[in-house]
């Protein structure tokens, strides 16, 4: 008698996933990426951008921030094409933002 072996799922490396996210899961998704960038001063997301620009090897936390803001840009976009989006003045955008 053979070993059972064990698996676990991955996804294909060709899937596209269709997932529905709630304003709340995004919003909370905003939260993570905030909290990695404030954990970081002005001069190094500056930093980061550069590499970005420059295609240079990110450090653990910079992969961690791309990986976020690629997320959000492809939510975003999703949205603006699903007409899930609403433009509101820059004054009461910014309202909620600032404590």
Same mark, same amino acid.
Do not use: C
């Given at each position: 008698?053979?070993? $059972? =072996?064990?698996?676990? $799922?991955? %996804? !294909? ?24 960038? @404030?954990?970081?001063? !002005?001069? @190094? *997301? ?5 590499? +970005?620009?420059?295609? !240079?090897? +990110? ?12 997320? +959000? !840009?492809? %939510?975003?976009?999703?949205?603006? =094409?699903? @007409? ?9 955008? +910014?309202?909620?933002? *600032?404590?």
């Amino acid at each position: 008698m053979s070993e $059972p =072996t064990t698996k676990i $799922p991955h %996804i !294909k490396a060709d899937a596209q996933v269709p997932v529905v996210l709630t304003s709340g899961t995004i919003a909370e998704l905003q939260s993570v990426l905030m909290y990695i960038l @404030d954990s970081h001063s !002005k001069e @190094d *997301i500056e930093a980061f951008q550069s590499k +970005l620009s420059a295609s !240079k090897e +990110l450090s653990i936390w910079e992969s961690s921030a791309f990986a976020m803001v690629r997320l +959000l !840009k492809v %939510i975003h976009d999703a949205a603006v =094409t699903n @007409d899930q989006v609403v433009y509101k003045d820059i004054d009461s955008s +910014l309202s909620g933002l *600032i404590h």
